[in-house]
Every structure is written in structure tokens, then in C-alpha cells.
């Protein structure tokens, strides 16, 4: 993928042009669900769009997946990511093939950045799963 940036889109847009993008160069089907988010800040926006470009690119790199499913929800004052696929999955017990992932390594550090959780989900034959879940309060002297 080559490095898109949000230009100033909300995040919904940022990830329905990258799905657009993807969807006329390989042959999976995204399925993607999205909400309008409340006012995030720039940097949580970014962060989160560039934890989705990492995400999808290691989809296309490593899990052979035909479906893609991509959700963005609020609910009580947090939002909710999940990004799925029906790829070949991995063994999570292989510990090295988790430490020695830049991307996912690169994701966690990125949801951490912004306050949120991180938890990734796969099985050999059954596909991987990420779910992140980022509060939305705003504390005092935080913008969003």
C-alpha cells in the first residue's frame, strides 16, 4: 500500500477511499460498517488510520483471505475497531512470528499511543482478527 494521509478527511472518508483503492486492485471483498464518529483529535484519527493501512496491508501480504470485514462503532463513550479476514491465520502459540511482526508490533504501539486496547485473535484455517477499543472521554487538557 502506498502511504495515503487523511488530507484533512474524517477518518470514516480516509477508510472508505483506501477501501475503494484496494477493491480495484485485488480480487477480496470488503465488507465495512461505519459509523460517524464524534470529534476525534487529528492524532487518534491518524493513528488509527494508519493502525487500518498496516493492517490491511499485511491482509494482502500474508493470509491469502478473499473476505475482509472492517467495522468502526461507538458505544458509551468509546469506539470500537475490528478488522477480520478469512485468510490462513497463524498460530498465535509461535510466539516468534508475533515478536517478529513489525506491523503488528507497530499497531499495538500505535493503539497504545492513544489510550486504547489492542487484541489480536487468529487460528490456522480460521483467519485473523484484531479488535481495538479506544475511550472516548475527553480528559482535562485533552483535545478529543
Known sequence: LRPVHLSGEPLTKGIERLVEELEQKCPIHFHVQMEETADLSQTKEEHLFRIIQEALSNILRHSNATDVNVSLKEKN????????????????????????????????????????????????????????????????????
Open 77 to 144: 463513550e468509546e469506539l470500537f475497531l475490528h478488522i477480520g479476514d478469512n485468510g490462513v491465520g497463524f498460530n498465535m502459540k509461535e510466539k516468534e512470528t508475533i515478536v517478529a511482526s513489525y506491523g503488528l508490533k507497530t499497531m499495538r504501539e500505535r493503539t497504545g499511543e492513544i489510550g486504547g486496547t489492542f487484541v489480536l485473535r487468529s487460528r490456522e484455517g480460521e483467519g485473523t482478527h484484531i479488535d481495538i477499543r479506544v475511550t472516548l472521554q475527553i480528559v482535562k487538557g485533552e483535545i478529543g
